[in-house]
């Protein structure tokens, strides 16, 4: 089972993009469903993440009132609205699923190849 990300394109700073996450019927029974992402040179860091029960939402501190991580009525798929996009949201984006309460990258899996962000004019 992977997960597939795709949306992602070139866009200018202070523009939008949504991002979409489709799986398998396993993805809708994930605990947890979340957004990632690895910037060139850099390490793959949390983003965003939602949690099956509730829906409760959460983001990492630098994308906080810019982006809004949601999942479609079936749940098997996961999105991720982008606003007011800044050069230092470059990255490549991926999304994964866990059974736990976590925002830690090693518990999540079924990571798929991920799709490109660039934000520049």
């Known amino acids: 089972v992977q997960l597939q990300a795709s949306g992602g394109g070139l866009v200018q700073p202070g523009g939008s993009l949504r991002l979409s996450c489709a799986g398998s019927?396993?993805?809708?029974?994930?605990?947890?469903m979340g957004w990632f992402r690895q910037a060139p040179g850099k390490e793959r860091e949390f983003v965003a993440a939602i949690r099956r029960s509730g829906g409760s939402t959460y983001y990492a501190a630098s994308v906080k009132g810019r982006f809004t991580i949601s999942r479609g009525n079936a749940g098997n798929t996961v999105y991720l609205e982008m606003n007011s996009l800044r050069p230092e949201d470059t990255a490549v984006y991926y999304c994964?699923?866990?059974?736990?309460?976590?925002?830690?990258?090693?518990?999540?899996?079924?990571w798929g190849q991920g799709t490109l962000v660039t934000v520049s004019s």
């Open positions: 019927g396993r993805t809708s029974s994930r605990y947890m």
């Open positions: 994964a699923g866990s059974d736990y309460y976590t925002f830690n990258i090693p518990d999540y899996d079924y």
